[in-house]
T-cell receptor, first 113, second 114 residues
Framework: KNQVEQSPQSLIILEGKNCTLQCNYTVSPFSNLRWYKQDTGRGPVSLTIMTFSENTKSNGRYTATLDADTKQSSLHITASQLSDSASYICVVSVDTGRRALTFGSGTRLQVQP | EAQVTQNPRYLITVTGKKLTVTCSQNMNHEYMSWYRQDPGLGLRQIYY???????DKGDVPEGYKVSRKEKRNFPLILESPSPNQTSLYFCASSSRAGINTEAFFGQGTRLTVV
């Protein structure tokens, strides 16, 4: 069964600190891996999209890495801000006709002043 | 502004009373889909549409219907809602340009069935 597992489930950090979120997946056939940010009560917003040939991609203070061999990805947030408080969702795209997305259950990040 | 618009944002209804959640996108996207999000679970796909008049079941289609008569609209229909359909629903769209294209999500519809 295709699965996407994220850790930790929740995380509290102080403003200005860095943090790293993890994602392991068993999805096959793999097409791409995405990280989304979801503010409470809002729709997910894309941060990065990486294909199997890419091993890192940045979007401002967000840097995603991908190891397609070990099927692991991480999202690193640098110099966290209060506005980074949100859920971060790892999503893997399956390379089939219906363009299915398999979602992790997310990591809830809280940045405290 | 490029966006996916869902209505209503919040809805409380009673078991068995038919309802429709609308979804509209202004990006001329071919691909649209519906997801539900439940606590502790990732978003799960309900139905998707590759283009006008082309729809198919996702992972959790039971109890739902969809239609795609126009490219911009993709309504989700609950013919006889039940309490287990209480959830947060998201509509999403993306272009047909390729599987690596961006998916845009609506703001969500929080549905409570009592």
């Amino acid at each position: 069964k295709n699965q996407v597992e994220q850790s930790p489930q929740s995380l509290i950090i102080l403003e200005g600190k860095n943090c790293t979120l993890q994602c392991n997946y068993t999805v096959s056939p793999f097409s791409n891996l995405r990280w989304y940010k979801q503010d409470t009560g809002r729709g997910p917003v894309s941060l990065t999209i990486m294909t199997f040939s890419e091993n890192t991609k940045s979007n401002g203070r967000y840097t995603a890495t991908l190891d397609a061999d070990t099927k692991q990805s991480s999202l690193h947030i640098t110099a966290s801000q209060l506005s980074d408080s949100a859920s971060y969702i790892c999503v893997v795209s399956v390379d089939t006709g219906r363009r299915a997305l398999t979602f992790g259950s997310g990591t809830r990040l809280q940045v405290q002043p | 502004e490029a966006q996916v618009t869902q209505n209503p944002r919040y809805l409380i209804t009673v078991t068995g009373k038919k309802l429709t959640v609308t979804c509209s996108q202004n990006m001329n996207h071919e691909y649209m889909s519906w997801y539900r999000q439940d606590p502790g679970l990732g978003l799960r796909q309900i139905y998707y549409s590759m283009n006008v008049e082309v729809t198919d079941k996702g992972d959790v289609p039971e109890g739902y219907k969809v239609s795609r008569k126009e490219k911009r609209n993709f309504p989700l229909i609950l013919e006889s809602p039940s309490p287990n359909q209480t959830s947060l629903y998201f509509c999403a769209s993306s272009s047909r340009a390729g599987i690596n294209t961006e998916a845009f999500f609506g703001q969500g519809t929080r549905l409570t069935v009592v």
